[in-house]
């Protein structure tokens, strides 16, 4: 089997988010065997992370404001660091929820079908940020008060 290059920042970013209990060995197999997956259907393994990363990280994020008795979510720029870290949750959450094929069982194979599914414009980690966009559309009104 092919070593991969686990030095890179974005590998040892997404190896975090993975990683349970303390588990990096374990994190780093199943991030590894997920691009594996992704070069056995001879597709570029690294087009496709970037391009999952590029689809499902947001630009816009919200932080709460208190009015009266009220918590307004106000739409505000993210930081590079938050916005790498909710694409790096929504791709594992949405890795972690496949459950449609009986099939696949395994969670680095999920991982891959979930990153290739990011990457060319579909899938449960674009719906989440969609539907954080739309709760931000539904509170720009609000700007104009701050």
């Known amino acids: 089997m092919e070593q991969l290059n686990t030095n890179n920042q974005i590998f040892k970013r997404f190896v975090n988010i993975i990683m349970r209990r303390g ?9 590894s065997d997920a691009i594996f997956e992704i070069k ?8 496709i992370l970037r391009k999952a990363i590029s689809n499902v990280k947001p630009m816009l994020y919200y932080r709460l404001q ?10 505000n720029g993210i930081s590079f660091n938050k916005s790498f870290f909710l694409c790096f949750k929504w791709l594992v959450d949405s890795a972690k929820s496949k459950t449609h094929n009986s099939v696949i069982n395994n969670f680095s194979k ?3 079908i979930e990153l290739i599914e990011a990457s060319k414009g579909y ?24």
């Open 23 to 31: 588990k990096k060995n374990k994190a780093i197999s199943l991030l």
């Open 40 to 47: 056995a259907k001879k597709l570029n393994h690294f087009f």
């Open 66 to 75: 208190k009015r009266g008795s009220r918590v307004i979510k106000l739409p």
């Open 110 to 112: 999920k991982l891959s």
């Open 123 to 146: 899938g449960l980690s674009l719906k989440k940020k969609t539907d954080l966009y739309e709760v931000l559309l539904e509170n720009r009104a609000y700007l104009k008060h701050y």
